[in-house]
Nanobody, 122 residues
C-alpha cells in the first residue's frame, strides 16, 4: 500500500503560481511512477503530468506544457507540481497518483491521493 497526501492548493489570480506537493508513505516511493491528474466539476479526470521513478523522464499534457513542471525528491518521498502562468481553465481538483508505468491513463495508476483544490480567478 502507498498512501498519498496532496497539499498546496488554493485560490490564485490568473497569471499567478502555485506549487503542489504530494507526500507518500508506505511502500518504497522510488519504485513508482508518479502522476498528477485533475478533475473539474462535470468533467472526466484528465492527465496533467507524470515522472519516471528516477525523475529522468517527464511527460506533460499539451494544455500545461511550458507552464507546469513536475519533479520528485525520492529522499523526501515527495512529488511536486510547480504551476506557473495559471489560467482560469486550470481550476480543478488536483490528484497525485502512483503507478508502475509512465502513462497518461488514470487506469494505469494504482494509488491515489484525496486531492487538493486549485481555483484560478480571472
Amino acid at each position: 500500500q502507498v498512501q498519498l497526501v496532496e497539499s498546496g492548493g488554493g485560490l490564485v489570480q490568473a497569471g499567478g503560481s502555485l506549487r503542489l506537493s504530494c507526500a507518500a508513505s508506505g511502500r518504497t516511493f522510488s519504485n513508482y511512477v508518479m502522476g498528477w491528474f485533475r478533475q473539474a466539476p462535470g468533467k472526466e479526470r484528465e492527465f496533467v503530468a507524470c515522472i519516471s521513478w528516477s525523475g529522468g523522464q517527464t511527460y506533460y499534457a499539451d494544455s500545461v506544457k511550458g507552464r507546469f513542471t513536475i519533479s520528485r525528491d525520492n529522499a523526501k518521498n515527495t512529488v511536486y507540481l510547480q504551476m506557473n502562468s495559471l489560467k482560469p481553465e486550470d481550476t480543478a481538483g488536483y490528484y497525485c497518483a502512483a503507478g508502475g508505468s509512465v502513462s497518461p491513463r488514470p487506469s494505469d495508476y494504482k494509488y491515489w491521493g484525496q486531492g487538493t483544490q486549485v481555483t484560478v480567478s480571472s
